[in-house]
Structure formats: structure tokens, C-alpha cells
């Protein structure tokens, strides 16, 4: 009884907006008391009404009541926590919205927790107290509380369901199965659930194994994750240190050949010096005897004149101008060509290289590789929008249709305005696209004649044989004849035995070095894959050498 006083006091003196013991209490005009922070923040929420109400009696207020501090409540509250009276119950005891309370409690109902499924109620853990205490409700089946009770009593005979039809796969009750369910296939819920029981263990085990499977190959993905950040660590600084080395040599070299240019200037310089001055004393020599001549052949006195002339008359040696090998600016030019042809070795081998370290580098990846799409639809989820560029483009081939299409035509014309544009194709009647490609793309080129269809480096030479499509290492090219296909890459033909289509489409994967062609019918037909690395920005291109030929870059839908 006296806990039953003890709950109903907090019930008195418990403040109903945070059901907690009230904390410095105000009592409103209504009469009703509350936490002054509580009716507050609950009055802060109507402001913009301008009318405060009681949350318990709902009556109004205007203005704004002015709160006071409740003395003898407070005072009160003080007393009685001194006696040992506890704060109620906290909030998270009472069942809530989604939780499922006690069927035997009054007023707010507290969260249960069994639930029994021979009384088909639910009970908090005083009520419950009695199924643990009196002989004849130990025995009910207590389970987890369960907001589904009710599903276990059979809507048509009002019978708990304790029998399990095979034939309908439903519960049903034991008049079930004497009525609508006589000469079906039922056993007892119990039995069924075992033999659920024993599949259900069979599907758990190996949906576990599953899980410990994938975890296997999660931990195995991190730690390729974490070898390959120590492996790539571990090369950058490594060829930091090369790079770093190798500079320190170029420099050193670099140094040396300037203290061999100084050294070899200096000499050429010395001797060019010392026959400059001995040409400077004949010189000044030769003067003072055309001085002495001068005046000899100005004598009036013939004795005087040949008394003199035989001394005159005779001229010392002289050097000859045509002994002195003049090269201007031609003193050093072998050391120019070394430095150059060590320039050029140099960058072939960083080139070769670098060709064989990319697809290294490129080939450490993690990622799962893309799926090649199994239709046409499934390309077209990578389909690009490719443009001809009329800059690039040879002066016998005509741009039409917003620049997608190209037709071949008998003779040059003037078609367009800068002939001589850095960018144009004068050694084979081809043309690039104005995009640039990298990523996933896909394209379709209608054709019609012999011609060839190519990806290429935006740095591909313009004249002369090297700019032929696939006829060098800066493009590849499917070339398309009237009996069949032939690829092509730095002038390496690979024969292809497929009859032609009229469509090819092109597959790039620039990340992953795929470029793949495809003949475009009712079906997709792979005509020729590459695998390599590419190094710089794609871009399309088409070429032709035949009569009546034109291609068509389709606009994709």
C-alpha cells in the first residue's frame, strides 16, 4: 500500500508535459503546475498565436501569463525527496507508438515484456509476476512481446491455432481441421516448425557461410588495397630517388660540357690572340716602311734617293691572310650535334620505356573490369555525339549534315577557307573529330565504299605516308573492303574473315586500353579487339580512297 501511496504522490507531483518529478514548479492561472522551462518552451511554440493555453485543461490565456516560482510546492518536492521518494519512472518505461504495452495496465500503460501466447496478452514485468508464481500459469508459453497476438486465434471458430495445413500452407485451429481442412495434409504448428526449424538452419548456415566467404574476400580486397598503396609508396620514392640521380648526372654532364665549351673557347680564343698581334706588329711595321717609302720617293736629291733606296727597297716576309681559316659561329658545332643526338637517345629510351611501364602501372586495379554490354541497347548507354573537324579535314573530302557527314569528292576544292591550316590532312584524304574521347564512349559510322574508320592521337603527323590511319603508333584503323575487314596498327595488317555491314561501331574504354569494332546488324557482331595503354586523348577518324564513298556518324537517340 505504501508503494501504491509512494506512486500515486509522484503521480500528484509529476509535471505532465516531461512526466519527470517537476522541477522549479509554477503554478499557472488555471490552477494546473509544471517545470517553468517545460511551460515555457511549451508557450515559446505559441507566440505567433498570441494565445497560451493549459497543455492539461486547455484553457487559454492572453497576454503571456507572468510565472512564478510555487514555494510551497517546491518546498513540498524538497521534503519529500529527503524521504527517500524517487523521481517516476523514466519516460523510456512507457510503452510508446511503436512498442507494445502491458494489457493490465490503468491509466499510461508501461512497455511489456512477454508476451503469452496461452492467454494472448501482454504483460509488463509486475503483471507478468503471477506466470512465474502460480503453478498453473507456469506452464503457459511465454514468448517476446508480440504486437500479432491476435493473428494466432482463428477469425471463423474463435480457437487459438495450433495446427499447421500442409495442402493450403496456412495456420489453422483444430475445428479447421475436422471442417474446411478435413483430408488435408495437417500436422501440429509444433511438428511443422521443426521441420522448418531443421531448413531453416540449413539456409542459415549457408547464408553464414556466405558471409564468412565474403568477408574472406572483403579482407582479401584490403589487403590489396593496402599492398598496393605500400607497392606504389614504395616505387614513387624509389623512382623519386632514380629521376633524382639522373638529374644530378644530366646536371653534372650538363656542367662538364660547359667547362669543356669554356676550356675550348679559351684555347681557340689564345691562339687567335697571339696571331691577331703578331698580324698587328707586321701591320705596324708595314706602315712605318711605307712612311719611310713615302718620304724616300719624295727625295729631290738623286744622290740622297740612291744612297737610301737599297735599304728601303727590301720588304721583310709577310704573313699570308689566306693561311687563317675563318668559321663563324661554326667553333662548336659538334658539340651541339653530341648534346642533341644524347638528347635524342635519351628521350627514345624514357619512350620505350614508359611503353612497357604503363600497362604495368595500369594493370594493378581493383576494381572489377566492365561488362561488355550483351545488346546494342547496352552500348548505347555509352554512346558519344562526334563532330568532324573541318580544320583537319583534306581538301577532296566534304563535310555535310552539322559536320557528321563525310563524302569523298573526284577533284580538290575550295571548300574551305584556310587551306593551309596547320592542322590539315595533305598526304591521305582523311579527318578527325573534333572531340576529344576518353573514358567509355561508343559510336556508329554508316558507310558506304572503301574506306577506313580510326581512333588517333591529336598528334599524328599531317603529310606524306606516316599520317595514314594505323600506318604508324599514333592510331589504329579498321579498314572496310568489299569482302571483308582488315585492322591495322603501326602498319601491322591482321586480316579479319567477316562479311561487311554497312555500320561499324566503336567501343572505346580509354581508362581500361580497350578499343573494340563491332559490325552493327540485327545483332552485334565483334570484328576486332585491341588491348594496350593509351597515353594521350582520342580522337575518331575516318578515311577514304575509293570512288562514291561517304560515312555518316549516327546521332544517337
Not at 214 to 231: D, F, G, T
Not at 263 to 269: A, I, N
Not at 297 to 305: A, G
Amino acid at each position: 500500500m505504501a508503494q501504491q501511496g509512494n506512486q500515486l504522490d509522484r503521480e500528484k507531483i509529476s509535471c505532465s508535459i516531461c512526466l519527470d518529478l517537476l522541477k522549479n514548479p509554477v503554478t499557472i492561472p488555471c490552477g494546473h503546475s509544471y517545470c517553468m522551462n517545460c511551460i515555457n518552451t511549451h508557450w515559446d511554440g505559441e507566440d505567433q498565436k498570441g494565445i497560451y493555453s493549459c497543455p492539461q485543461c486547455r484553457k487559454t490565456f492572453k497576454p503571456r501569463p507572468v510565472l512564478e516560482k510555487n514555494i510551497t510546492l517546491a518546498d513540498l518536492l524538497e521534503d519529500l525527496m529527503k524521504t527517500g521518494l524517487q523521481a517516476a519512472p523514466a519516460d523510456h518505461c512507457y510503452a510508446g507508438p511503436e512498442d507494445v504495452a502491458c494489457d493490465f495496465c490503468s491509466g499510461r500503460k508501461l512497455k511489456a515484456i512477454k508476451s503469452c501466447l496461452f492467454c494472448l496478452a501482454s504483460y509488463c514485468e509486475k503483471h507478468l509476476q503471477p506466470h512465474y508464481d502460480v503453478a498453473p500459469l507456469k506452464k503457459h508459453k511465454l514468448v517476446e512481446p508480440s504486437k500479432n497476438l491476435q493473428e494466432n486465434i482463428c477469425s471463423r471458430h474463435d480457437e487459438v491455432k495450433k495446427m499447421f495445413c500442409r495442402t493450403d500452407q496456412k495456420c489453422i485451429c483444430y475445428l479447421c481441421s475436422v471442417d474446411e481442412h478435413k483430408g488435408h495434409d495437417t500436422v501440429s504448428a509444433a511438428a511443422e516448425r521443426t521441420e522448418r526449424q531443421k531448413e531453416l538452419e540449413v539456409s542459415r548456415r549457408q547464408n553464414q557461410q556466405r558471409i564468412r566467404d565474403k568477408e574472406k574476400e572483403v579482407r582479401h580486397l584490403y589487403q590489396e588495397v593496402e599492398a598496393i598503396n605500400r607497392s606504389a609508396d614504395k616505387t614513387m620514392e624509389d623512382c623519386e630517388k632514380i629521376f633524382t640521380e639522373l638529374i644530378r648526372l644530366i646536371q653534372k654532364r650538363s656542367l662538364e660540357v660547359k667547362q669543356q665549351i669554356r676550356s675550348q673557347q679559351e684555347t681557340e680564343l689564345s691562339g687567335v690572340n697571339e696571331r691577331q698581334n703578331k698580324l698587328e706588329q707586321e701591320l705596324t711595321e708595314l706602315k712605318r716602311k711605307d712612311c719611310e717609302l713615302y718620304k724616300l720617293s719624295r727625295t729631290e736629291d738623286h744622290i740622297q734617293f740612291l744612297h737610301n733606296y737599297p735599304s728601303l727597297s727590301a720588304l721583310s716576309e709577310s704573313t699570308h691572310s689566306s693561311s687563317i681559316n675563318i668559321r663563324p659561329l661554326r667553333y662548336f658545332e659538334d658539340v651541339t650535334a653530341a648534346v642533341s643526338e644524347l638528347r635524342d637517345k635519351l628521350q627514345d629510351i624514357l619512350t620505350d620505356r614508359w611503353t612497357n611501364i604503363s600497362p604495368t602501372v595500369t594493370d594493378v586495379d581493383v576494381l572489377l573490369p566492365q561488362r561488355e554490354p550483351k545488346s546494342r541497347a547496352g552500348f548505347l548507354k555509352y554512346s558519344c555525339e562526334i563532330t568532324l573537324d573541318s580544320n583537319t579535314a583534306h581538301s577532296c573530302l566534304l563535310l555535310s549534315e552539322n559536320n557528321r557527314k563525310v563524302t569523298l569528292m573526284k577533284q580538290k576544292h575550295c571548300f574551305y577557307s584556310d587551306l593551309e591550316h596547320p592542322d590539315r590532312f595533305t598526304g591521305w584524304c582523311q579527318v578527325l573529330s573534333r572531340e576529344s574521347l576518353s573514358g567509355r564512349c561508343y559510336w556508329e559510322v554508316e558507310m558506304r565504299g572503301d574506306l577506313y574508320v580510326a581512333v588517333s592521337y591529336k598528334n599524328i603527323s599531317r603529310a606524306g605516308n606516316k599520317c595514314k590511319f594505323g600506318h604508324n603508333d599514333k592510331s589504329w584503323a579498321l579498314f572496310c573492303f568489299q569482302n571483308g575487314y582488315r585492322f591495322y596498327y603501326n602498319r601491322i595488317e591482321t586480316s579479319i574473315p567477316l562479311p561487311r555491314s554497312s555500320r561499324v561501331g566503336v567501343d572505346l574504354d580509354h581508362r581500361a586500353g580497350l578499343l573494340s569494332f563491332y559490325s552493327v546488324s540485327e545483332t552485334m557482331t565483334l570484328l576486332h579487339r585491341v588491348q594496350t595503354t593509351f597515353t594521350q586523348p582520342l580522337y575518331a577518324g575516318v578515311g577514304m580512297w575509293g570512288s562514291r564513298c561517304s560515312a555518316d556518324f549516327i546521332k544517337m537517340k
